[in-house]
């Protein structure tokens, strides 16, 4: 039998098949297939199960991801943590106050999205709140991700505003929402669907109150055929498996320019001939990337994990 990963909690997974929700369990040699994460089964898996007579049932192999979304495992440095896979986008929702969203912490997300081949829009919640100093930096902010690639949405989940666009992107579609705490997530899955944001809400409680260290994630059906994937914890995301020499690559527009540099293993943070440094220096490259770039090359040298910037 076939069947979608909607859940996982620790040893039990939720399966969506045909005939419903079946509530499976991995064999323990399982974990022993080369797969180095703490989960070696994620939500939005395309699974086959195998339903015993006495009705327990067990998932017996993974089919091949299209993407994932993985962040570092909190106890273990040599592992993932796998919070979704076969995911169709990820929308990353950052505020520009109440409270601001850095952009070393919305840099390092994308880049990481592009290691695993998953598509990100920006939506910038709350603009019922900002002043005139907050619409100029969230113009300069859409400027800079619109120029390399990444669309941009303005939202106010409080006043509606964005909603229905928000709600047409993510049709027939599976999506994870993602950002920091206090950007209106849940307020924003409210706006969509009050029924989807009760249920997130319960899980939310639940890690609140302690019950559960591990961070698992859950899909919900948000509209028909379009999903939904809360994942709570994403602060994790960061660099894990990427290396140094690779970082680059997933900063669009370096990876572009990096073809006319001098070196062909340019770092682009000292040497003749750089032209990624040339065009930060004529403006072609907003600072702030570079900035992140700069942190996330730091990461790799020393040894550390940004998770909260």
């Known amino acids: 039998m076939q069947g979608t990963v909607v859940k996982s909690a620790g040893s039990i997974y939720s399966v969506r098949t045909a005939d419903g929700i079946k509530e499976c369990r991995i064999k323990g040699n399982f974990r022993l297939k080369g797969i180095k994460s703490t989960n070696p089964v994620a939500v939005g898996d395309y699974v086959k199960i195998d339903v015993r007579e006495n ?11 299209r993407n994932y979304i993985v962040r570092k495992a909190s106890n273990l440095s040599k592992q993932s ?43 910038f919640n709350k603009i019922d709140l900002y002043n005139d100093a907050d619409n100029e930096e969230l113009d300069y902010l859409e400027a800079v991700y619109q120029s390399i690639g990444y669309p941009c949405l303005r939202l106010s989940a409080t006043e509606g505003k964005g909603i229905e666009a928000l709600k047409e992107m993510m049709q027939g579609k599976v999506s994870l929402l993602a950002g920091n705490s206090g ?4 307020s924003i899955i409210n706006a969509i669907s009050p029924e989807t944001a009760v249920k997130v809400g319960e899980i939310s409680r639940i890690h609140d109150t302690g019950m559960h260290t591990t961070t698992y994630s859950e899909m919900f059906e948000l509209m028909p055929d379009s999903y939904i994937v809360d994942t709570p914890g994403v602060k994790g995301f960061g660099t894990y498996s990427m290396e140094s ?65």
Do not use: W
């Open 55 to 65: 009705g327990t049932a067990y998932i017996v192999d993974i089919e091949e991801r």
């Open 81 to 123: 943590h796998i919070l979704a896979a076969n995911i169709d986008q990820c929308f990353l929702i950052a505020t520009i106050n109440h409270p601001a969203t850095s952009t070393t912490f919305i840099d390092r997300f994308i880049a990481s999205a592009e290691a695993y081949r998953v598509p990100v829009v920006i939506v």
């Open 183 to 186: 950007v209106g997530k849940s």
């Open 245 to 309: 020499e690779e970082i680059a690559h997933y900063f669009v527009e370096f990876f572009e320019l990096s073809a006319g540099c001098k070196y062909g293993n340019c770092t682009h943070t000292h040497e003749p001939g750089c032209a990624v440094l040339e065009a930060l220096e004529e403006g072609r490259i907003a600072p702030s990337r570079y900035q992140s770039y700069l942190s996330m090359l730091d990461d790799k040298e020393e040894g550390k994990y940004r998770t909260a910037e």
